[in-house]
């Protein structure tokens, strides 16, 4: 019974990762390429799994989540209080822009779910969805959202899975899409983007804040509930490329509703809603709790022991869960995405800015989780990488770095209004930079094993 809790607690991973951007680029691969990209979508869901576990895994043994540990670690380096306040407007303003400008997209993405199915105005259906959101986010504790999350990852997965199930899929063209990495041509950042939409920095800190909210768990079942969770979320992702695949021509959910439609009845098209539905609005709880569990673990900062004591400095409750804190700063965040959503208004500044903002985080977080779970003076000896997890760790981090590099790059060019330099410049610029990393990286973490 406790496995099966530790399932539906870590299951708003998926929630988190699995919105309408996700489904919109895995459908659109399908459409576009077939099957020939669902081992990226492979890739990225054991890459999403590397990093969660351990960040999962710092909270769990440490008592600092992601936040308060890189605020700690910043500061506690050379450069002292500096750094360290330069690294939480860092990562404050990436993750709290981040999530405002794509909480739009969530509820967007929702609306359209729920527009295949019912005719009402779209910004009276974002206005309902927005109240929904907020309601979850308002009954209690990040435990208890999260338990409730679970429900709306089971009806998306569902409607998902059941619907790629019904199209029959062809098993052989299938497996070997998934098994045998191949890129065809003009599908690079595509490849990127599916990875893209798995590895979030976002989530990083969702998940870690809300390891160290439920440090009674033993750190195997942690570890078999995140597992399963990820794992489960990433054959959903699959699953929406399979579906995607129907498309014959230029993809869009209309298009995507036609079709299913007409091959299964109007009752898939209900389904395909309803797991659009439900992706939107997960996504649009996630990302404000994001939001607010990383303002917390920046201006808290403290280390919380397994009986629920703060410590540090004993301002209890200044940031819990009910704190006017914590809930200014969801409240805002889904604010901005309502506000956008009902005005019809893509918020593609923001989004810009978020992207490059981002393209710094997601290897700055990711290069951080590589060195903490290799410090024997943060996770003792027992908790450090074994050499097949750094092995897979350093693998993922390349791969962040690398997305990073070209998220940064693209977010330079449409800030400066140029064209996106050509795929292939992009991607030999960004892994040149990321090979001149490997040498000091390996000997720090050489260092900090000692």
């Known amino acids: 019974m406790k496995r099966l809790l530790s399932v539906a607690l870590w299951s708003v991973l998926a929630a988190a990762f699995i919105g309408p951007g996700t489904v919109t680029t895995a459908a659109k691969a399908g459409a576009e390429h077939r099957y020939a990209l669902l081992w990226a979508l492979l890739f990225s869901t054991l890459a999403c799994l590397v990093l969660q576990e351990a960040s999962a895994r710092l909270a769990l043994v440490s008592g600092l989540d992601l936040a308060a540990a890189l605020r700690r670690g910043s500061a506690g380096s050379s450069g002292g209080d500096r750094r360290g306040l330069l690294m939480m407007v860092l990562v404050l303003g990436s993750v709290l822009l981040g ?21 009402l ?27 409730a999350l679970s429900v709306l990852v089971a009806v998306m997965g569902l409607a998902f899975v059941v619907t790629a199930f019904l199209l029959a899929p062809a098993l052989g063209e299938l497996f070997r899409g998934l098994l045998v990495p191949r890129a065809p041509a003009g599908s690079g950042l595509l490849v990127l983007g599916l990875i893209g939409t798995t590895v979030v920095p976002y989530n990083l800190f969702l998940g870690s804040g809300l390891a160290r909210d439920n440090r009674t768990e033993t750190l195997s079942r942690q570890r078999f509930g995140l597992s399963v969770a990820v794992l489960l979320g990433g054959l959903i992702s699959m699953a929406v490329l399979v579906v995607g695949v129907a498309v014959a021509g230029r993809f869009s959910y209309q298009a995507l509703g036609e079709v299913l439609s007409a091959r299964l009845g109007g009752w898939a098209r209900a389904l395909f809603a309803v797991g659009l539905l439900t992706a939107g609005l997960s996504s649009a709880v996630t990302a404000p709790l994001a939001a607010a569990l990383t303002a917390r673990g920046l201006f808290a900062g403290r280390r919380q022991g397994g009986g629920g004591q703060e410590g540090d400095d004993g301002e209890v409750d ?19 995405g309502v506000a956008f959503g009902a005005a019809q208004l893509s918020p593609i500044p923001a989004i810009i800015a978020a992207q490059a903002f981002n393209g710094v985080l997601l290897p700055v977080a990711a290069l951080f989780l590589l060195f903490a779970v290799n410090d024997r003076r943060l996770m003792g000896r027992a908790a450090l990488n074994g050499p097949l997890s750094n092995l897979a760790t350093a693998a993922v981090v390349a791969t962040t770095v690398l997305l990073g590099l070209l998220n940064l790059g693209k977010a330079v060019a449409r800030l400066l209004g140029r064209p996106v330099a050509s795929e292939t410049w992009l991607l030999w610029a960004a892994l040149a930079v990321t090979a001149m990393l490997a040498v000091p990286v390996t000997r720090r973490v050489m260092t900090l094993r000692r």
């Open 99 to 119: 999530c405002a400008a794509y909480e739009a997209g969530n509820l967007l993405g929702a609306v359209a779910g729920a527009g295949l199915m019912i005719d």
């Open 318 to 336: 200044r940031w819990g869960s009910r704190s006017w804190r914590y809930r200014a700063v969801w409240l805002s965040v889904l604010l901005v």
């Open 121 to 147: 105005p779209s910004w009276g259906l974002t206005l309902a969805i927005g109240v929904v959101a907020a309601g979850l986010l308002a009954a209690g504790t990040p435990r208890t959202v999260a338990l």
